[in-house]
């Protein structure tokens, strides 16, 4: 490391930042924009990863449900029709349901993902509206 990344990372340690890997002639803005880029990233993939999970265990409990299960053997269809069917449309694009949601979860791992700090409050998102 040269002399300015040394005192850069010095500084850091003294404001209690340990570890933020400071690039060889960057400058502390730059380096600090890497890392959360990729910090970014990392949140991004764990979403979706979440995400994945949600889907997983909704097909599981929509599974156990058994047809003529519950009050006139309408458990399942109900169940299909109303909370799968909302949390489904709040993860991601990808369901066979009319409709979804303002934003899904997918919405906000891309929004995390592709922030380059010049969005507004509110952008663009995968249903192509724009607030």
């Known amino acids: 490391m040269s002399n300015g990344s040394e005192d850069i990372k010095k500084y850091l340690e003294t404001l209690g930042v340990h570890g933020l890997p400071i690039q060889e002639n960057a400058t502390l803005t730059e380096s600090i924009e890497t890392t959360l880029a990729e ?3 990392d949140v991004a993939y764990e979403l979706e990863d ?3 999970q949600i889907k997983g265990l909704l097909d599981e ?3 156990i449900i058994r047809p003529g ?4 053997g309408m458990a ?3 169940a299909e029709s109303y909370w799968y069917a909302h949390i489904v449309m709040a993860l991601d694009s990808d369901h066979g349901y009319m409709g979804g949601s ?3 979860m997918q919405d906000t791992a891309d929004e995390i993902r592709h922030n380059d700090g010049d969005d507004d409050e509110f952008g663009d998102n995968e249903h192509g509206t724009d607030f």
Do not use: Y
């Open 39 to 41: 910090d970014n990233s």
């Open 50 to 52: 979440i995400k994945d």
């Open 61 to 63: 409990a929509l599974s």
């Open 69 to 72: 299960m519950g009050e006139g």
């Open 76 to 78: 399942r269809d109900r």
């Open 102 to 104: 303002m934003t899904t």
